[in-house]
């Protein structure tokens, strides 16, 4: 793959998950990377951790507040000069319910860190692009953004409507240099998923496990750096001409 060698990059949700490993990524192919997230201890464990392996900086953002971003924007040009890569991971936790019990104050929550968030995200950083002359963006939604997803029915519209912003964004923004894909992730390894397994003791976890590896034709979760590697090729030259793709990395599941 090439070198990103001084490019720069933006990692939402870039303190823990699928965006501290792609951060990694980017780090380990010579990029400068930013990463974001709400959690100021976690940002800077994180971004002590991607020091120890090339330039990285943390600064604090809350998707969901434009004037949060509008800053996140502005500090990566102040600190690193400017903007190529742009990697839209945050998203709300929500609870699995049934979706006649969810509160309407949980599904405004929902819909404004996964839609508007990615929304305001993108907004900064595609004026931040043109002013440079271009870029990329790459923004995670997941396999629940093409299929239904039962008890999850907000997080499932949210990561529709990430594919819809994604679609119509890169046929607007490509013919000004700016190229847009998203990935759609299966089931992968990260703080999330335990977050959501919390509740089960050792061997409900372990059935748990088992049950959903074996739904997935490779016979097993992915791997964060497995998402990583995706994101980062669709950030690169090498995918020069895939433009408002949906990247499926489920280890079959869709297929
Ligand atoms: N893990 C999976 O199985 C899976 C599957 C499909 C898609 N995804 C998607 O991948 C992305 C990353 O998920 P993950 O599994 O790495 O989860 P994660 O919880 O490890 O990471 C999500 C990050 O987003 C941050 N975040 C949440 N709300 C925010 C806000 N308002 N402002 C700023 N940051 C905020 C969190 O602090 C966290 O750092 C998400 O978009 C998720 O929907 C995950």
Same mark, same amino acid.
């Given at each position: &793959?090439?070198? !990103?060698?001084? =490019?720069?990059?933006?990692?939402?949700?870039?303190?823990?998950?699928?965006? !501290?490993?792609?951060?990694?990524?980017?780090?380990?192919?010579?990029?400068?990377v930013?990463?974001?997230?709400?959690?100021?201890?976690?940002?800077?464990?994180?971004v002590?951790?991607l020091r120890?392996?090339?330039e990285a900086a943390?600064?604090? #953002?809350?998707?969901?507040?434009?004037?949060?971003?509008?800053?996140?924007?502005?500090?990566?040009?102040?600190?690193?000069?400017? +903007?190529? #890569?742009?990697?839209? $991971?945050?998203?709300?936790?929500?609870?699995?319910?049934?979706? *006649?019990? &969810?509160?309407?104050?949980?599904? #405004?929550?929902?819909?404004?860190?996964?839609? !508007?968030?990615?929304?305001? #995200?993108?907004?900064?950083?595609?004026?931040? &692009?043109?002013?440079?002359?271009?870029?990329?963006?790459?923004?995670?939604?997941?396999?629940?953004?093409? $299929?239904?997803?039962?008890?999850?029915?907000?997080? =499932?519209?949210?990561? *529709?409507?990430?594919?819809? !912003?994604?679609?119509?964004?890169?046929?607007?923004?490509?013919?000004?240099?700016?190229?847009?894909?998203?990935?759609?992730?299966?089931?992968? @390894?990260?703080?999330?998923?335990?977050?959501?397994?919390?509740?089960?003791?050792?061997?409900?976890?372990?059935? *748990?496990?088992?049950?959903?590896?074996?739904?997935?034709?490779?016979?097993?979760?992915?791997?964060? @750096?497995?998402?990583?590697?995706?994101? +980062?090729?669709?950030?690169?030259?090498?995918?020069?001409?895939?433009?408002? *793709?949906?990247?499926?990395?489920?280890?079959?599941?869709?297929?």
């Amino acid at each position: &793959m090439h070198s !990103l060698q001084g =490019s720069v990059a933006l990692i939402t949700g870039g303190t823990t998950g699928i965006g !501290l490993a792609t951060a990694q990524a980017f780090i380990a192919r010579g990029a400068k990377v930013v990463v974001a997230a709400r959690n100021r201890e976690q940002g800077e464990a994180a971004v002590s951790m991607l020091r120890t392996q090339g330039e990285a900086a943390y600064h604090p #953002c809350d998707v969901t507040d434009p004037l949060s971003v509008a800053a996140l924007v502005a500090f990566t040009l102040d600190r690193f000069g400017k +903007l190529d #890569c742009a990697v839209n $991971s945050a998203a709300c936790d929500v609870q699995a319910m049934d979706t *006649h019990e &969810m509160a309407f104050d949980e599904a #405004c929550r929902s819909t404004s860190t996964d839609v !508007l968030g990615v929304f305001n #995200c993108m907004k900064y950083q595609i004026e931040a &692009m043109l002013r440079q002359g271009g870029g990329t963006i790459v923004n995670v939604s997941s396999i629940n953004g093409l $299929s239904g997803a039962p008890t999850a029915a907000m997080y =499932s519209a949210g990561k *529709h409507a990430v594919i819809g !912003l994604t679609r119509s964004t890169a046929k607007e923004y490509i013919s000004r240099g700016i190229r847009i894909n998203a990935v759609c992730p299966g089931a992968t @390894e990260t703080p999330r998923r335990t977050r959501r397994t919390a509740h089960l003791d050792a061997t409900a976890l372990l059935a *748990h496990q088992e049950q959903l590896a074996q739904a997935i034709p490779i016979g097993r979760l992915a791997q964060a @750096e497995e998402i990583a590697n995706a994101i +980062l090729w669709l950030s690169s030259p090498e995918s020069s001409y895939v433009v408002g *793709h949906s990247l499926v990395v489920d280890g079959g599941l869709q297929a």
